[in-house]
């Protein structure tokens, strides 16, 4: 998310001398869309974009090239303001919005170098691609150059400028960051620690698995680690069940993307059909392809995957590094000269501020995205596929970021793949995160080559950010812990023959049964020497749930929090924020308390349940304690921010319940920015049976109807349905736009 800092308020106000940004009146669906041009279109035939009450466009076009300029279009109708913003992160032009504060997060994102690979993965497109993307490409630039610019680009000082291929395959690339980065960050302070050795190989053991790692103890670090986090295909549980365990008799499958709770969503609702597409599914703004969704055939989803598609290099010594200077133009202030160096291997990360390296290492990162991979041909070739078999063919380019993709068709098939290119190592295995010398990269395995799974024997496959145990090579380190698997599993089982609504339950369920055991496993501690407390007994018998009347779960999180606090501090060291991640306290917590002497585990418990007990007093539940904010990115801006936030709301569920709402250690009332803020449910006996919500809406204007109208569905476990028969788009898509060629 985008922080601005005091420095940048009296700018900003100044800035504001139209404050219709900041207190926009609604305007209806019907005005919105009567700014949709419709005259002068440069496409092949008329077009006619149906739209449905919630503002999802489905496109029929006459060629493929006038569905590709429509979405595009459409695109920037809806979302001109966050393409912008995901276009400046992209490059690593913040400061140009946001002023100094922000200069030293756009200097580590221009040595990252998102767009390294861009000209020539759009050099290498096949001819039926580069025509899909340049149509779409026209379709935003058309509608940018008759349209007003949205409300943002006021308060942000941005004026339009054109859109290219490359700029597509930039902030494409900024979805697929690698993950493992964010652990990388986090394990790289504990390298400089004397126990190093021995911290690694719990790190290993446990798996690092959570996304909201920061970067350094400073604010703009944490900005950095939230534009990374917020803005990549992070996280997800998705989920694919055979016919014969359906009520329908035909396969199902259930997707949440796991992202930055922020407006507006970082996915958009689309359909379309044209001779070679049909279609409905989500999209990321700016890019050209259905990222999940459904065709009359097939529907799929999927999940971070993961996968170690980085390695860190010491190049220190070397004599082939090369240096760019690059521009950092500023906001209210003077623009700076920045040397970027690059290493055969990639560029040299310890440059930034932000990357600690021991003393004499330059660390350099070798990245699979910044080599020319495919992923728009990827995703194209699947909205197409008519199987699994034909799904798992279409993701022979496929690059990053790493992700297991599953899908159902309509003849009963289901799979799991994993949609990677992932360097064959060479070099030996380390006890460090640091290679010495070289990547030692010989080639890569892809889809076609990696194992798969497709139609297992008991009807149902599942992911969920976990290792994924159907690749027989080593993929990674960081994984989350089987729960959100574990957990669907249990639900599907115990629904027998699955249907929409146990999806449904499924997707917005709040149990986290390893944290019941967890709290039972310190009960029992406490009960051994002799600890008891009135806090205790509200964990009795609980089953895991974070709903947000539940007082159990207060009572266990600021436990938790006091317990691994004064654990570790006992030890004589700095707390790291490695000890309180999720799954070292799964694998650590409970075996090391017991470690320590009867009297010092009873002073520690004695102490660590009465200050958990003044922290929870005040939250008579967890919704009191767990919160959301719904607003705007803007709504981090300081004094200005309140007018861009819609509602602060209860949030139920937890780090790994499956609708996830990431939080660290926490002991008084916070906010969750991460989690399942999109859905997504398919039967594939009915090419009309899919139904999708997102956390906001689907309009990214401030002053839209339809700029958070899907909030009360998704907090309901409600869902908008998407079809694709003829009779179902004309029932559902009642608004209808006939666009004329000129």
């Keep these: 998310m985008l922080v601005l800092r005091p420095l940048t308020v009296f700018a900003l106000l100044l800035s504001l001398g139209a404050c219709s940004a900041m207190f926009p009146a609604k305007r209806a669906t019907d005005d919105r869309l009567a700014a949709f041009p419709r005259e002068g279109w440069p496409t092949d035939a008329p077009v006619t974009v149906r739209w449905n009450d919630h503002m999802v466009p489905f496109v029929e076009a006459e060629t493929d090239h006038d569905l590709a300029f429509a979405l595009g279009v459409i695109h920037h109708h809806l979302r001109a303001g966050q393409m912008r913003v995901l276009k400046h992160i992209a490059q690593g032009r913040l400061a140009e919005m946001a002023g100094p504060p922000v200069r030293g997060v756009d200097e580590a994102l221009r040595i990252l170098d998102y767009g390294r690979a861009a000209p020539a993965v759009t050099a290498a497109w096949p001819e039926e691609t580069r025509a899909f993307v340049d149509a779409f490409v026209e379709g935003l630039n058309w509608h940018q150059a008759r349209s007003r610019p949205p409300p943002e680009f006021a308060l942000l000082g941005l004026r339009p ?6 700029h597509l395959v930039t902030v494409g690339r900024l979805a697929g960051t690698d993950v493992n980065w964010l652990a990388f960050f986090g394990a790289l302070r504990a390298r400089l620690e004397p ?135 500023t906001r209210w202030w003077r623009d700076r000269e920045v040397t970027r160096r690059v290493s055969p ?73 994993m949609a990677a290119k992932l360097p064959i190592r060479t070099k030996p295995k380390t006890d460090d995160i640091v290679l010495d010398g070289s990547a030692g990269w010989a080639g890569y395995d892809t889809a076609l080559t990696l194992p798969w799974v497709v139609n297992p024997a008991d009807g149902f496959v599942a992911s969920a950010n976990d290792r994924p145990d159907y690749i027989e090579r080593p993929a990674g380190y960081f994984f989350s812990p089987k729960d959100r698997v574990e957990r669907m599993a249990a639900l599907v089982d115990q629904a027998g023959e699955v249907g929409f609504d146990d999806l449904a339950a499924l997707q917005t369920d709040v149990v986290s049964t390893p944290a019941a055991e967890l709290a039972r496993g310190l009960l029992e501690q406490a009960d051994a020497v002799g600890v008891g407390h009135p806090l205790l007994e509200d964990l009795r018998g609980w089953d895991g749930a974070y709903g947000v009347d539940d007082r159990a779960p207060v009572a266990f999180e600021t436990l938790l929090f006091h317990v691994t606090r004064r654990l570790y501090a006992d030890d004589g060291r700095a707390v790291s924020s490695l000890d309180g991640r999720w799954a070292s306290l ?157």
């Design 161 to 166: 400028e054109p859109w290219t291929a490359e």
């Design 195 to 329: 126990d190093w050795p021995q911290t690694w190989q719990r790190l290993k053991r446990a798996g690092l698995n959570e996304t909201d790692t920061e970067l350094a103890a400073t604010p703009d670090a944490a900005t950095l680690a939230a534009l990374l986090a917020g803005s990549s295909r992070a996280g997800s549980n998705s989920v694919a069940v055979a016919p014969r365990r359906t009520a329908s008799g035909a396969a199902m499958i259930a997707n949440d993307p796991h992202l930055g709770l922020n407006l507006p969503n970082l996915w958009l609702l689309a359909g379309g059909r044209s001779p070679s597409y049909h279609v409905v599914g989500m999209m990321i703004p700016g890019l050209p392809f259905f990222a999940l969704g459904r065709n009359p055939d097939l529907a799929w989803g999927g999940t971070n995957a993961r996968a170690l598609s980085s390695d860190l290099v010491d190049v220190a010594g070397r004599e082939d590094i090369e240096r760019e200077t690059v521009t950092v133009k």
């Design 345 to 417: 291997e990639g560029p040299i990360l310890s440059d930034s501020r932000f990357v600690p390296a021991r003393a004499g290492e330059e660390l350099a990162l070798r990245w699979v995205g910044h080599e020319p991979t495919d992923e728009i041909t990827a995703f194209l070739n699947a909205a197409r596929a008519g199987s699994v078999e034909e799904f798992r063919t279409a993701f022979e380019s496929y690059g990053v970021s790493a992700q297991n993709m599953l899908a159902a068709d309509s003849s009963g098939g289901i799979a799991m793949l």
């Design 586 to 742: 799964q694998a650590f917590l409970v075996r090391d308390l017991e470690a320590r002497p009867p009297r010092r585990r009873a002073e520690l418990l004695r102490a660590a349940v009465d200050a958990a007990a003044a922290d929870a007093e005040p939250f008579a539940a967890w919704g009191d304690m767990h919160r959301v904010r719904v607003q705007h990115l803007l709504g981090n801006v300081p004094v200005l921010g309140r007018f861009f936030r819609v509602d602060d709301l209860p949030s139920p569920g937890s780090r790994e319940t499956l609708m996830k709402r990431s939080h660290d250690l926490v002991n008084r009332r916070h906010r969750a920015s991460f989690g399942a803020q999109a859905r997504h449910i398919s039967d594939l006996g009915d090419p009309d049976a899919n139904w999708f919500v997102l956390f906001g809406g689907q309009d990214g204007w401030l002053d839209a109807a339809n700029y958070a109208d899907q909030l009360p569905l998704w907090r309901e476990g409600r869902y908008i349905r998407l079809p694709l028969s003829d009779e179902g788009v004309r029932e559902t898509f009642t608004r209808v736009v006939r666009t004329t060629p000129r």
